[in-house]
């Protein structure tokens, strides 16, 4: 902590206000473009715009669900929070001073008056260098899509739990043993497995080491990138029960990657849905699926699967038509209105802005209050 301290004053321009002192995260106007490059000499002729000006706000102690179809920019929103990826714009403020037992919340636009409270500044981790990084990557730490190659196969376990403490350094090894060996039996793995390579171990386990070892910096944040999705549906349950615990064990806040909306709906306190780099809502978990706001939502929603079979005749599925729009050449205006059969002629030509609808609701789209749209089945 008080090498983050000695950091942070050495970073003083990077400090900004906080407009929720109970947020750990604050995200405003964030873009990553990735450019496009052709000919010999590798000359710039684009730009894919896999985030574009995305805003929105973590609570300390919360789940929120990032969703939306494959290379809707969720993963990249992910990376570019853990500083995996620079920014091309935006601010990614982080709060090391908000306490997740008595964090009150907040929408992302809903400022808190200064005049009632204290100002509280947070650091934009998107314009510090890769020094002035060190001490946050400590604190917020991720956990990978795929167990089998997140694990370097020539450390044991014990070595790939405890490489970010190794390079921390100042460690002795037999305290890295003992947090190594504490999570590990935490996670539900034994602890004399720290010895053993991850070819020894299941999908199911390599995913279990996997959280342990981004639980061994004692982090406040986890971004966990599609966690579950390449388990098995046994397994995943039991992983997310396990995060669950975790969570509550360790004080931690998730930001969950996924496209399972039904992971989603049974983990997140909060759900944020992108298409094409932009956010189009985000609502309370329950409100997201039986009273969406926008017609992506609502298509989404309808693909919810129904356990129950005597509920599945009460919903029909949605198709949309055509493709994904391209990032790198996204149409006028709403770029889901290609896709839209509610769109209009101002849909073509004007950009929606994402709007308050009370209660943390929030959704871009011009025609939001006229729409009757219906959510997911509820088993």
Known sequence: MAEQRAITEQSGEHLRALENPDNLLEIRGLKMHFPISEGLFSRVVGYTKAVDDVSFDIRAGETLGLVGESGCGKTTVGRCIVRAYEPTAGTILYNNTVDPDNAQGGSWSSATPASTTPAVRGVDLAALDERELIPYHHEIRLI??????????????????????????????????????????????????????????????????????????????????????????????????????????????????????????????????????????????????????????????????????????????????????????????????????????????????????????FAACHFAEELQLRGAVMD
Do not use: W
């Not at 396990?242 to 969950?256: H, V």
């Not at 030509?349 to 209660?359: C, I, K, M, Q, V």
């Open 144 to 361: 990978f899509q795929d167990p089998y190659s997140s694990l370097n196969p020539r450390m044991t376990v014990f070595e790939n739990i405890t490489e970010a403490l190794k390079n921390r350094g100042g460690i002795s090894r037999h305290a890295m043993k003992e947090r190594a060996g504490y999570l590990l039996k935490r996670v539900g793995l034994r602890p004399e497995y720290m010895v053993r390579y991850p070819h020894a171990f299941s999908g199911g386990e390599r995913q279990r080491v996997g959280i342990a070892r981004a639980l061994i910096t004692n982090p406040r944040l986890i971004v966990a990138d599609e966690a579950v999705s390449a388990l098995d549906v046994s397994v995943r349950a039991q992983i997310l029960n396990l995060m669950e615990e975790l969570q509550s064990d360790f004080k931690l806040t998730y930001l969950f990657i996924s496209h399972d909306l039904s992971v989603i709906r049974h983990i997140c306190d909060r759900v944020i849905v992108m298409y094409v780099g932009k956010v189009v809502e985000i609502a309370e978990g329950l409100d997201t699926y039986t009273n969406p706001k926008h017609p992506y939502t609502e298509a989404l929603m309808s693909a919810v699967p129904i356990s129950n079979p005597h509920q599945r005749k009460r919903s029909e599925r949605i198709r949309l038509q055509g493709e994904v729009a391209d990032p790198s050449n996204p149409p006028s205006g709403c770029y889901f209105h290609p896709r839209c059969a509610y769109a209009k002629e101002r849909c073509k030509t004007e950009t929606p802005a994402l709007r308050d609808f009370g209660n943390g609701h």
